[in-house]
């Protein structure tokens, strides 16, 4: 469902402020006023997902969970003003940040994550897609290279030529239309921004006719939403340049097989079959990566890759990966992607 901030139709307003209303907020009026309402929520985090190999991705267990007033009084009321907050929004056809979200209620939320929390649980209630919401978050993701597109209102966007840090991944991807392949041969996912700026500074694009994106890290939902929407279009294959330890594997399969986070939300934003390019722990022998670039992992993170080899299915299944994170474990050894550098800067252009 498109985004209500994003100019959509009346239909669409009518929709959400119908739902928001029938089913979370009027029903809970008179007991609001009572000071004895409560709220039923689906349960979205673990464990209270699965992971279903014939759909590629994290989805959502049906199950139920009954805040009861007496035993939820504060969550219940900021539930309550949270919602209603939502319905002004889109009475008036605006939007708001989540971070205006927390400081509008701090007096009930002591962190972000409480009300970031909150509209997940109302998504999820819902079975809307977060971005349905009247709710937007700071664009994080950057793209260039061989594309082209059109966003909402503006002029058509050539992504060769957008200046020294790339273009800036709309929050709304519903918005975007027209999309153009200007002789791309893959997606190139790039974990880092640094790495990103790198390849940027090099004309990678131009060397080699690709598509480049960052989400800078743990990926927001709009990067994830826009790489899904590449894949679906374009019929490229998406190659995944991420740092040989824990966190490049678990940002690369958030991006392959969804967020345990949000389920709920995985459908619209899974990219299945992204390759794992780069940098691997067995190339840390391969390329003869001198010993100050490798680095000892703690017992923390030898842990995180043995819960991830015993209880992350798709990673199970995926021999690969498997053998990656097995020899990572063994060596106890994770490298970053930056550590290539040493073999000259056309290093990346090797696999191609």
């Given at each position: 469902?498109?985004?209500?901030?994003?100019?959509?139709?009346?239909?669409?307003?009518?929709?959400?402020?119908?739902?928001?209303?029938?089913?979370?907020?009027?029903?809970?009026?008179?007991?609001?006023?009572?000071?004895?309402?409560?709220?039923?929520?689906?349960?979205?985090?673990?464990?209270?997902?699965?992971?279903?190999?014939?759909?590629?991705?994290?989805?959502?267990?049906?199950?139920?969970?009954?805040?009861?007033?007496?035993?939820?009084?504060?969550?219940?009321?900021?539930?309550?003003?949270?919602?209603?907050?939502?319905?002004?929004l889109c009475d008036e056809q605006e939007s708001s940040r989540k971070r205006s979200i927390f400081y509008i209620n701090q007096n009930k939320a002591l962190k972000q994550d409480e009300t970031d929390r909150i509209l997940?649980?109302?998504?999820?209630?819902?079975?809307?897609?977060?971005?349905?919401?009247?709710?937007?978050?700071?664009?994080?993701?950057?793209?260039?290279?061989?594309?082209?597109?059109?966003?909402?209102?503006?002029?058509?966007?050539?992504?060769?030529?957008?200046?020294?840090?790339?273009?800036?991944?709309?929050?709304?991807?519903?918005?975007?239309?027209?999309?153009?392949?200007?002789?791309?041969?893959?997606?190139?996912?790039?974990?880092?921004?640094?790495?990103?700026?790198?390849?940027?500074?090099?004309?990678?694009?131009?060397?080699?006719?690709?598509?480049?994106?960052?989400?800078?890290?743990?990926?927001?939902?709009?990067?994830?939403?826009?790489?899904?929407?590449?894949?679906?279009?374009?019929?490229?294959?998406?190659?995944?340049?991420?740092?040989?330890?824990?966190?490049?594997?678990?940002?690369?399969?958030?991006?392959?097989?969804?967020?345990?986070?949000?389920?709920?939300?995985?459908?619209?934003?899974?990219?299945?079959?992204?390759?794992?390019?780069?940098?691997?722990?067995?190339?840390?022998?391969?390329?003869?990566?001198?010993?100050?670039?490798?680095?000892?992992?703690?017992?923390?993170?030898?842990?995180?890759?043995?819960?991830?080899?015993?209880?992350?299915?798709?990673?199970?299944?995926?021999?690969?990966?498997?053998?990656?994170?097995?020899?990572?474990?063994?060596?106890?050894?994770?490298?970053?992607?930056?550590?290539?550098?040493?073999?000259?800067?056309?290093?990346?252009?090797?696999?191609?």
């Open positions: 469902v498109s985004s209500p901030s994003a100019g959509c139709s009346d239909v669409l307003f009518e929709l959400t402020v119908g739902h928001v209303r029938d089913e979370t907020f009027e029903l809970t009026v008179d007991h609001a006023k009572a000071k004895t309402f409560e709220f039923t929520v689906l349960l979205h985090t673990e464990p209270y997902h699965k992971y279903v190999l014939e759909l590629e991705r994290y989805v959502l267990r049906e199950c139920e969970s009954v805040l009861d007033h007496n035993k939820f009084k504060k969550k219940n009321q900021l539930n309550y003003d949270i919602i209603k907050y939502l319905i002004e997940n649980d109302i998504a999820t209630s819902l079975h809307y897609s977060r971005t349905s919401l009247p709710i937007s978050a700071v664009p994080k993701g950057v793209v260039i290279g061989c594309l082209k597109f059109k966003e909402s209102g503006s002029i058509a966007v050539d992504c060769t030529e957008v200046g020294d840090s790339g273009k800036e991944i709309p929050y709304s991807v519903s918005s975007i239309m027209d999309i153009e392949n200007k002789g791309v041969k893959f997606i190139l996912l790039v974990e880092k921004d640094t790495v990103f700026l790198s390849l940027l500074d090099h004309k990678f694009y131009e060397k080699v006719p690709c598509i480049i994106i960052t989400g800078k890290g743990t990926p927001d939902v709009s990067t994830r939403s826009f790489l899904r929407r590449l894949k679906v279009e374009l019929y490229l294959p998406i190659l995944g340049l991420v740092n040989g330890d824990v966190y490049g594997v678990q940002i690369l399969s958030v991006y392959s097989y969804g967020s345990k986070q949000m389920p709920f939300d995985n459908e619209n934003l899974v990219t299945p079959n992204i390759r794992w390019l780069d940098i691997w722990p067995s190339d840390i022998e391969k390329y003869d990566i001198p010993d100050e670039s490798v680095t000892t992992l703690s017992e923390r993170e030898i842990g995180i890759l043995n819960t991830m080899l015993s209880v992350d299915a798709p990673i199970e299944k995926n021999r690969k990966w498997k053998a990656e994170l097995t020899l990572m474990i063994n060596s106890k050894k994770k490298v970053e992607i930056e550590a290539l550098y040493h073999c000259g800067p056309n290093i990346l252009l090797i696999p191609f």
